[in-house]
């Protein structure tokens, strides 16, 4: 545990199946690493109705209160985000790094870290140790692989599903924990009244298209079996010859460190 | 080659007319009616009945004789030289920055090449702007009409705050009409919001449809959509629309009219950290090691396994016998895997297993019996012993990272 300021952000999310709302699952992560990091200490800010039943669950993880900055759904976020954190001397702002519900672009923690000249942390899975003004992280990469970074503080830092799991939600704690509504002037987003959310439609299954010139050439395409069988096969060679050609073929590809 | 076969009557007149000069050189080796010694016409009846293969590709028997000389077959060359898109003076560009994994074009960054190449028109051109070595040979059939090329040591690793200072310095030269990344995890989702914060643009992201001046992408948590007029920053989704095939482009090279600033960073990149394979969810490892039926020394399996730094798999058989864990289990009822290799030691291929690793790139197998449907699907197969050919592997791995270590002492 180190002795950071640490705020993060949360919103509220929606059930994938009942689109209910529910704590976001990347905004629980960066709310548990934050608990980590911080234990008590940790900030939680959300912007939004502070009479939204779901913020409670964020309470029942150990918080004893949540700072909400009231705006009516549909507003910008950002402005009101960025004004607070400016004067709320946060070393470390954690966030998820895409909304469950609205337009979802997981444009936030870059406009805000651009809007507060901070540099930030894409994916981050763990934060190893704070020296000197410095943080050395983890960051996630696809496929399980990970990076060491040092970053200067104060940062910004999103978590993706690559985190640490939330812990469960408490009922007591949360029914316990308080509320805490701060007046910020409200920016209406353009974007939203101009070209409202529809359900998804599916995406078409793409076709494969053949583009023949002749007859022949598409009774080929249309019978040919499945594309295979052009591997390379090493029979009656040595161990040693066949874990060379195997050997090659994994630096080849780059799969070996 | 074409697989029609073509006649060649004047070869074959040729070879029917024994005045014409050219008509000892048409005659196939084996002849097999010729005029004797004495002036008796020989015939070989072995030969005549051997046949040949006709047009339509049916063996035939002329006892005639009138259809020789046609032994060799010509068809003709299908080189299929795609027409050449130029566009000599650009009225906009339409830049894209592919993500480029493994140096190499993705699907992903050929669908964004092909809205690319709709977004251009005939008057605009498509400015691609790889950062880095490459390997790609194909950037002409992929649709990029101007290649940019940014290499230099300050781009190396990541270095998210350095490309967006070069693509703000494209910005400028270029001004594209619009931006296109991808927007995956292996980076382009990234630079491109990097890059929209920094532009201050408003992306549209996710899209998977763009037609006219309207786009859809997906919104929230992918149960909504958003339309929008088409933003000038588009942050894609894969399969976005359809790549390139029916044109071939210049891929001109360009270049940066001025150097482009170096900045302190701010974030340090202090390489790759070793993860534990055994770690690593199976569905989205890099590199598997799996092992079936045919394995016989499992303590020698899991060496090898550490020894590459492969993540471990199974096929149900050895899962069945015990000798690996239900959650390493490749195949249909298993896990459905998307490794980039995948070392198949041991299995034959069960279509419930090789529907598992239909995501797979390159496979390895290493089999006994050459018949099995593994060696049909993989890209290398060795036929022989498992044991043997692990052990020389786990050999020949230690002695590469020996040297390794000893080159950089």
């Known amino acids: 545990m180190t002795d950071l300021n640490i705020v993060a952000l949360v919103s ?246 | 080659m074409s697989e029609i076969i073509r006649r060649d009557p004047r070869a074959e007149w040729i070879a029917r007319n024994r005045l014409h000069p050219l008509h000892a050189a048409l005659q196939s080796q084996n002849q097999t009616v010729w005029i004797g010694p004495n002036g008796i ?23 005639s004789g009138a259809q020789q000389g046609t032994g060799t077959r010509r068809s003709a060359s299908v080189e299929v030289q795609l027409p050449l898109h130029v566009v000599e003076q650009p009225a906009y560009y339409v830049a894209v920055v592919p993500d480029m994994v493994g140096g190499r074009l993705s699907s992903h960054d050929k669908d964004l090449l092909g809205l690319a190449r709709r977004l251009a028109g005939s008057e605009g051109a498509v400015l691609a702007v790889v950062f880095g070595e490459h390997k790609e040979s194909a950037f002409d059939s992929a649709g990029v009409d101007r290649l940019l090329l940014l290499d230099g040591e300050q781009y190396q690793g990541y270095a998210p705050e350095q490309r967006v200072l070069a693509l703000r310095a494209v910005d400028n030269q270029f001004a594209p009409r619009h931006w296109l990344l991808p927007d995956s995890r292996t980076g382009g989702g990234e630079l491109g919001r990097r890059l929209a914060a920094s532009l201050g643009e408003r992306p549209a992201t996710r899209v998977w449809q763009a037609e006219g001046e309207r786009c859809v992408g997906r919104a929230g948590a992918g149960q909504q959509d958003i339309q929008r007029p088409l933003a000038r920053l588009i942050l894609a989704a894969a399969e976005c629309a359809e790549p390139v095939s029916e044109t071939r482009h210049e891929a001109r090279p360009v270049e940066l009219a001025w150097q482009v600033a170096r900045n302190l960073p701010r974030i340090e990149d202090l390489g790759p950290v070793a993860v534990d394979p055994a770690q690593i969810p199976m569905a989205e490892a890099e590199f598997i090691l799996s092992g079936g039926n045919g394995v016989k020394d499992w303590e020698l399996f899991h060496r090898a396994a550490s ?15 015990g000798h690996m864990p239900r959650s390493r289990q490749v195949g249909a009822t298993g896990t459905w895997v998307t490794a980039r290799v995948y070392l198949a030691v041991g299995i034959s291929g069960a279509i419930q297993h090789l529907q598992g690793i239909g995501a797979c790139d390159k496979v390895v197998a290493v089999n006994l019996d050459p018949g099995c449907d593994m060696i049909k699907r993989a890209d290398l197969s060795v036929i022989g012993d498992s044991s043997a050919i692990l052990q020389a592997l786990i050999e020949r791995v230690a002695a590469w990272r020996q040297e390794g270590r000893r080159d950089a002492a």
């Open chain 1, 12 to 257: 509220i999310g929606a059930h994938p199946a009942s689109g209910r709302a529910r704590r976001a699952e990347q905004d629980a992560r960066a709310v548990e690493l934050g608990l980590r990091l911080a234990g008590k200490r940790l900030r939680v800010l959300h912007a939004g109705n502070p009479r939204e039943e779901a913020l409670r669950s964020y309470l029942g993880m150990g918080l004893d209160e949540l700072a909400v900055l009231e705006q009516p759904a549909g507003a910008d976020a950002l402005p009101a985000l960025a004004d607070y954190l400016a004067d709320a001397g946060a070393q470390l702002v954690l966030t998820g790094s895409q909304a469950e519900t609205g337009e979802g672009s997981g444009m936030l923690p870059f406009l805000l870290a651009e809007r507060l000249g901070w540099p930030l942390v894409v994916g981050l899975a763990e934060v190893e140790k704070v020296e000197d003004g410095s943080a050395q992280v983890l960051q996630a990469l696809p496929r399980g692989q990970r990076r060491r970074l040092r970053v200067r503080l104060p940062f910004v830092a999103s978590v993706d599903s690559a985190a640490p799991g939330a812990r469960q939600s408490a009922f007591g704690p949360a029914r316990r924990g308080r509320i805490e509504a701060h007046e910020v002037a409200v920016v209406e987003d353009p974007l939203l009244a101009a070209s409202p959310l529809q359900p998804a439609r599916p995406r078409p299954k793409r076709l494969k298209v053949i583009k023949a010139k002749t007859g022949a050439e598409r009774m080929k395409a249309a019978t040919a079996k499945a594309a295979g069988g052009t591997g390379q096969v090493l029979k009656d060679v040595s161990p040693q010859a066949g874990a060379e050609a195997i050997f090659k073929l994994l630096l080849d590809e780059g799969v070996l460190r």
């Open chain 2, 307 to 321: 020894a590459l730094g492969a993540t471990e798999g199974a096929s149900r058989v050895a899962v069945d016998d």
């Open chain 2, 41 to 63: 016409v020989r015939k070989n009846p072995h030969a005549i009945a051997a046949g040949f293969i006709g047009p339509a590709g049916i063996k035939r028997i002329d006892r």
